[in-house]
């Protein structure tokens, strides 16, 4: 959520409670249901998920990228709500990397969570980051962007993101070519 502080400090913590519960339900039934992705955790005001894991899909990058579409498509109707609230309004950045991971049980002795880990995971946190440099909602790799070639996508640049050595090349996908013209 971008803000978050700021919208935070502005509501009381029965609104917040509310404001980020909306938010984080829509967000969790579109990864689960229309496209079947794994709700891996919530991070603060963030959302963590994955796709091909626990059940293979030979598609999971445009399971991701379809998804990620969706959530700003969710995010514009929850804003309607929201404004209407007069609470702030809610701004998201999504982050889609593809590549190889490790998905299992991981953790200490003490608590294990099945999650992904991976520099194909650091990779998406970054992407997500990366969106509000460039303005924009939704950031992808260029491993999704092979991967998901159905979708129309406009590069955005060639960034070297905090951690790597190598640049990697960065696009905002757009949506389908029909749904677009």
């Keep these: 959520?971008?803000?978050?502080?700021?919208?935070?400090?502005?509501?009381?913590?029965?609104?917040?409670?509310?404001?980020?519960?909306?938010?984080?339900?829509?967000?969790?039934?579109?990864?689960?249901?229309?496209?079947?992705?794994?709700?891996?955790?919530?991070?603060?005001?963030?959302?963590?998920?994955?796709?091909?894991?626990?059940?293979?899909?030979?598609?999971?990058a445009s399971r991701a990228v379809a998804t990620a579409l969706l959530l700003q498509d969710s995010a514009a109707r929850l804003n309607t709500d929201f404004l209407a609230r007069g609470w702030p309004e809610l701004k998201i950045g999504i982050g889609v990397n593809s590549g190889l991971m490790?998905?299992?049980?991981?953790?200490?002795?003490i608590r294990r969570a099945y999650t992904g880990m991976g520099d194909a995971v650091n990779l998406g946190a970054r992407l997500e980051g990366i969106t509000k440099v460039y303005g924009v909602g939704i950031a992808?790799?260029?491993?999704?962007?092979?991967?998901?070639?159905?979708?129309?996508?406009?590069?955005?640049?060639l960034v070297r993101v905090k951690g790597k050595n190598e640049p990697v090349?960065?696009?905002?996908?757009?949506?389908?070519?029909?749904?677009l013209a």
């Design 140 to 157: 992808v790799g260029a491993a999704t962007r092979l991967a998901a070639p159905e979708f129309a996508c406009r590069e955005l640049d």
């Design 1 to 60: 959520v971008r803000g978050f502080t700021t919208i935070s400090e502005g509501l009381s913590p029965k609104a917040l409670r509310e404001y980020i519960n909306l938010y984080l339900t829509a967000m969790s039934e579109d990864i689960r249901s229309r496209h079947q992705g794994t709700l891996d955790k919530y991070i603060g005001d963030a959302v963590m998920a994955f796709w091909g894991a626990p059940v293979s899909f030979p598609d999971h």
């Design 102 to 109: 490790h998905v299992g049980d991981m953790g200490s002795a």
């Design 169 to 179: 090349a960065i696009f905002e996908p757009l949506g389908k070519p029909a749904a």
